[in-house]
């Protein structure tokens, strides 16, 4: 009998996955992660690991990134609490971690719902990021970026992408940006051209994805505004505002069905006879004036 | 005579090692190399291109954590199990002296931490190849400044196991290690109390070891230039410093009634 009760014992085991896997069913296997964040400084972690800030930092690192990704993907949209605290014990951790000013800064300035919607919050992570690392060019690059298309001050943005340009190192276009900037303001070329630098120099995937995502965002904007000036076409011919795409398409004023550059079909609403990016797009976001 | 000395403290040291593979403490080399497979594969997506930085981050780290684990809870009881088994007192009856025992313990486990602190270097230079980096040699220089700590960590874990029982020597070598990680706190504590005298801050700082100095794992990361003489002068803190500790040790031991 006493031979068998261990064995008994590990006929257990099956039992752990299974119920597992059904506390997971029951509290949703996909949930964000937990948004509690006991130390909220660098300062405070550093107690906790004297002699091990640069493994914390890369552990917070990865916090950070999974956090924003978890919020992004599976969060209530009203959250991104945590972000700024594990950008600023991350970079409090290991001053020289030029990525994570870079894409912290970038994470907490995409609007809502992909990011919290707080460009001066990246300003701030970008500026401490040039205080630590005065030699950084991209940085420099970044906060003007931010300025350009964030908060849409396009002289701050050429003064910052100036400076970085004396930068040792800093590559030639940095100015030519600058004078783009300083020279057409926000228009949509001027954009297109800020994104595609970024598309063709950045050594980082990520970025570059992300270069890519808005020059795409600004074809769509393009093709929003082309089909709205074929509908007021129409209008002006017809009396009346197309009744759907497929009449607009049908008028032979544009060529097929428009979408944007995945394929989904742009909202069209009749009554008021204009074109918009889709809710159900990845590039639709509350802000756009459509 | 020196050369009959040396025979016997390689004795002792031979059979510790011994005594420490029997007791399986390089079974945390498994941890480590399923640690590092597991960063190899998961830190490239997950880090934004900085697993590199976090490969080597956590392999120089765990070298450190696990080697001061060993070194503080095998280091406390070298002494003490041998007196609480009975087996010192043949040992002590042989023609071998307290002092050659002590640092013949002090050579074993030093030997056992070089051949873990080894084993993990491969672990962390075949991660870095197989995820597509390159042999950065200057990693070496941290591993080096790392296994001194840990050298110095087990001259105090003896020097306290001589004085106390290992429940107590294992609680003030941990305490110890941790002060000398706060060696900077210590020495602006005047920052935080004026009321401090100058004189016993730096008495503080200049008895507590300081196990900051031995902390170079993010400068050599980040490629800071480390030369051969600030190595050098790492070593003589190191070895200066364990010499002064484990003489204590040494005075503290043959002064103890082992009847």
């Known amino acids: 009998m006493n031979r068998l009760l261990p064995y008994a014992f590990l006929g257990f085991v099956p039992l752990v996955p299974l119920v597992q896997g059904s506390l997971d069913r029951d509290f949703g296997q996909l949930a964000a992660q937990s948004n509690r964040l006991y130390l909220q400084t660098g300062e405070q972690v550093r107690w906790f690991c004297p002699g091990f800030e640069g493994v914390m930092a890369g552990i917070y690192w990865l916090r950070a990134v999974q956090y924003y990704g978890s919020e992004r993907a599976f969060g209530s949209g009203t959250s991104y609490q945590n972000l700024a605290p594990l950008i600023e014990i991350t970079n409090a951790l290991d001053p020289r971690l030029e990525l994570a000013y870079r894409y912290g800064a970038l994470f907490l300035a995409e609007p809502w719902p992909n990011g919290p919607g707080k460009p001066q919050a990246g300003v701030e992570v970008l500026e401490r990021g040039i205080r630590n690392l005065p030699e950084a060019w991209r940085i420099r690059w970044d906060l003007g970026s931010l300025y350009y298309f964030f ?121 008021t006879g204009r074109f918009a990016i889709a809710k159900i797009s990845k590039f639709w976001r509350p802000r756009y004036d459509q | ?100 025992f002590l640092l013949g313990k002090f050579v074993g486990l030093g030997f056992t931490l070089l051949v873990n602190v080894g084993v993990m270097t491969v672990g962390l230079y075949l991660t870095l190849v197989a995820t597509g980096r390159g042999i950065d040699w200057s990693l070496l220089k941290a591993i080096y400044a790392i296994l001194l700590s840990l050298l110095l960590t087990v001259a105090l874990a003896l020097l306290f196991s001589t004085m106390t029982s290992s429940t107590l020597a294992a609680v003030f070598t941990v305490c110890t290690v941790v002060a000398g990680r706060f060696s900077d706190v210590v020495r602006n504590m005047r920052d935080v109390s004026q009321a401090v005298p100058e004189w016993l801050v730096r008495l503080v700082y200049l008895v507590v070891p300081n196990f900051l100095n031995f902390d170079i794992k993010d400068h050599v990361i980040y490629g800071d230039p480390i030369g051969g003489g600030l190595l050098a002068r790492l070593t003589i803190y190191a070895a200066s410093y364990a010499f002064v500790v484990l003489g204590l040790a040494m005075l503290r031991f043959r002064s103890r009634d082992l009847t």
């Open chain 1, 151 to 271: 908060l849409h001050d396009h002289e701050k943005a050429a003064a910052v992408l100036l400076r970085g340009a004396k930068i040792q190192g800093a590559p030639f276009w940095l100015e030519s940006l600058a004078a783009s900037m300083l020279g057409k303001g926000g228009d949509r070329a001027t954009a297109r051209q800020v994104w595609k630098t970024q598309y063709d120099n950045a050594p980082e995937d990520a970025i570059r994805d992300n270069a890519l995502h808005h020059m795409q965002l600004l074809d769509a904007l393009d093709e929003v505004d082309a089909l709205n000036a074929a509908a007021g076409k129409f209008a002006e011919r017809s009396g009346r505002s197309p009744r759907s795409a497929q009449e607009l398409v049908g008028s032979g004023l544009v060529a097929r069905v428009p979408t944007d550059p995945p394929g989904v079909a742009f909202d069209y609403d009749s009554r």
């Open chain 2, 1 to 100: 005579m020196v050369a009959g000395r040396l025979k016997r403290v390689a004795a002792v040291a031979a059979n510790t090692f011994r005594e420490t593979v029997r007791e399986r403490v390089l079974y945390n080399l498994v941890f480590f190399a399923i640690l590092m497979t597991l960063s190899g594969l998961l830190l490239g997506e997950l880090s934004i291109r900085q697993d590199e930085k976090i490969i080597k981050n956590l392999g120089l780290a765990s070298m450190d954590i696990f080697g001061t684990l060993i070194a503080v809870f095998i280091g406390v009881g070298l002494v003490s199990k041998e007196i609480e088994r009975r087996s010192l007192y043949p040992l002590l009856a042989k023609p071998l002296s307290r002092e050659e």
